[in-house]
């Protein structure tokens, strides 16, 4: 079972473009939902992290909005640059239990931006 | 300060055999998480270790166990080796009292 939907699979964006990628999940025992990037032979590298508390959070060029109503969430990418190009995943977990616990990953959006 | 560390970087393995894979945590992480990542998915969790217990077990077979040493460090060991067990393994620890996750490169599994 798929808890965590992600779409679309990928992206082709031009530089300077915003890149939109969502997810939704199932489990509203989730109160945890990072976004990871992921480039070729690497691990994930946190990017940006949101709890249900609050319906946007931005750093930098990348905002998070979250919709906690219809159980989704999006991130945006602001003036994508071609250092970009790379898997995004979103996850969820339940936080705050004392540790972190067990991500539950969507399945990618291999994002591209061409020059 | 150093992030997490795996070794090996890549390994190749028959099926059939056995293989152990290390991690070591960031610097005053007490948790650990293993996931594994087979190519073009996202990855799946397989344990997670904090005060060297296991505090969480995902959807994987008793081929799979590991174990956390008292510096925090950790093993996945895998026996019975399968040709579907060739994936990346990652590696993630966290302060406990926070969510947050960091990951390893990882070490990629090549079962022939």
């Known amino acids: 079972q798929q808890q965590v939907k992600q779409s679309p699979q990928s992206l082709i964006v031009q530089k300077g473009g915003i890149s939109i990628i969502n997810c939704a999940y199932e489990?509203?025992?989730?109160?945890?939902f990072p976004w990871y990037q992921q480039f070729p032979g690497k691990g994930p590298a946190l990017l940006i992290a949101?709890?249900?508390?609050?319906s946007e959070k931005k750093e930098g060029r990348f905002t998070i909005s979250f919709n906690k109503s219809a159980k989704q969430f999006s991130l945006h990418i602001m003036d994508s640059q071609p250092g970009d190009s790379a898997t995004y995943f979103c996850a969820a977990s339940k936080g705050r239990t004392g540790t972190a616990s067990k991500l539950t990953f969507g399945t990618g959006t291999r994002l591209q931006v061409t020059l | 300060d150093a992030g997490v560390t795996q070794s090996p970087t890549h390994l190749i393995k028959t099926r059939g055999q056995h293989v152990t894979l290390r991690c070591s945590p960031i610097?005053?992480?007490?948790?650990v998480s293993w996931y594994q990542q087979v190519l073009g998915q996202g990855p799946q969790f397989i344990f997670q270790?904090?005060?060297?217990?296991?505090?969480g077990r995902g959807n994987f077979p008793d081929r799979f166990s590991a174990r956390q040493f008292p510096n925090y460090s950790s093993e996945l060991n895998v026996n019975a080796l399968l040709l579907g067990d060739s994936a990346l393994y990652l590696c993630a620890s966290s302060l406990l009292g926070t969510d947050t996750q960091y990951f390893g490169p990882g070490t990629r599994l090549t079962v022939l």
């Open positions: 949101i709890r249900p508390d609050v």
């Open positions: 270790y904090y005060e060297k217990e296991e505090r």
């Open positions: 489990n509203t025992a989730f109160d945890y």
């Open positions: 610097s005053g992480h007490k948790s």
